[in-house]
């Protein structure tokens, strides 16, 4: 018997201790999707482009990184509290429409086609398409030496849907992202990498392509990035835009492009900071 009680006591001891544990558990929740709005988003960046979404272990740095922080700081949702989730470019739209991010900042250039499927906020920056070559060839030297070459591009991207329509005589290698199309370049199995020139610029001043490469000729398209978002969610559209206005008129979008490409020695062209357009 008093064995029994024993074990009985314990394992009433035991009972209270979880419900302790789960009323302490419970707390947790409540606290971070409170008022506050302390609670998780989820935000597609790109993870392998220097200077505007790069990963390195935890560590998430760039342009787009820092406007995609700002804004959501803006909404609410402290920086331990985002969740950044890879978006390659031809995954960009089917991320926004099946709720596997909440938010895209990833040199995601706004244009007719893909807004019938998702919207945009934004302009928060205007860039545009440029030509990076190996530092010793000197036969292409703008878009118009183009004729016979060898270009990687990536997939579901504006410069490589440029290139299919105005230079059908350019050989065009697509791949799913812009890293993989240095290693390419450096070994000759293409002649150059075509996409914005923020993006050519970040990977041109990486330490290991120091002296092996450089952007030739002058942006030949204008991209406008945008913040994708689930396509009509306007009141969403609105606060992010109002976020973006902030951000340039407090001086925050000045110091990001200093600290991020202006580190890769890549000055923004003109219209820059742009006024976002209306939401619709
Ligand atoms: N801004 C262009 C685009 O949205 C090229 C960069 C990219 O692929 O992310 O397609």
């Known amino acids: 018997m008093f064995t029994r009680r024993l074990i009985a006591t314990a394992a009433a001891a035991g009972m209270a201790l979880t419900l302790a ?4 558990g419970a707390a947790t929740p409540a606290a971070t999707g409170g008022p506050a709005g302390g609670d998780g988003i989820k935000i597609g ?6 200077g505007l979404g790069l990963r390195e272990g935890d560590s998430y740095t760039g342009f787009d990184v820092e406007v995609a922080k700002f804004v959501a ?14 978006s390659p470019s031809a995954q960009r739209e089917t991320l926004i429409e099946t709720d596997q991010v909440d938010l895209i900042f990833a040199t995601y250039s ?3 086609k893909r807004k019938e499927r998702v919207s945009f906020a934004g302009p928060y920056f205007i860039a545009g398409q440029g030509l990076l070559v190996r530092a010793d060839d000197s036969s292409i030297t703008g878009q118009d030496t183009l004729g016979g070459k060898k270009l990687c591009s990536v997939t579901g991207s ?10 059908p005589d350019v050989e065009l290698q697509e791949f799913g992202t812009y890293s993989e199309c240095l290693p390419a370049l450096l070994n000759g199995t293409i002649d150059a ?13 990486q330490s290991q392509y120091a002296g092996k490469l450089k952007l030739v000729g002058e942006p030949f398209t204008t991209e406008n990035y945008g913040v994708g978002l689930k396509k009509g969610d306007t009141a969403l559209c609105e606060q992010v835009n109002a976020a973006i206005t902030k951000m340039v008129s407090e001086g925050a979008w000045e110091a ?21 357009a209306a939401c619709s």
């Open 21 to 24: 544990a789960c009323g302490g």
């Open 45 to 50: 960046i790109k993870f392998d482009q220097p």
């Open 73 to 86: 700081k803006e909404l609410g949702h402290e920086e331990g509290d985002i969740e950044w989730i890879e």
């Open 110 to 112: 706004i244009t007719d």
């Open 158 to 167: 504006t410069p490589a849907q440029k290139i299919k329509d105005a230079y």
């Open 193 to 205: 990498v075509t996409t914005d020139d923020t993006i050519l610029a970040g990977f041109a001043a």
């Open 256 to 276: 990001a492009i200093e600290k991020t490409l202006g580190a890769a020695d890549y000055t923004a062209g003109p219209g820059n900071p742009p006024t976002p």
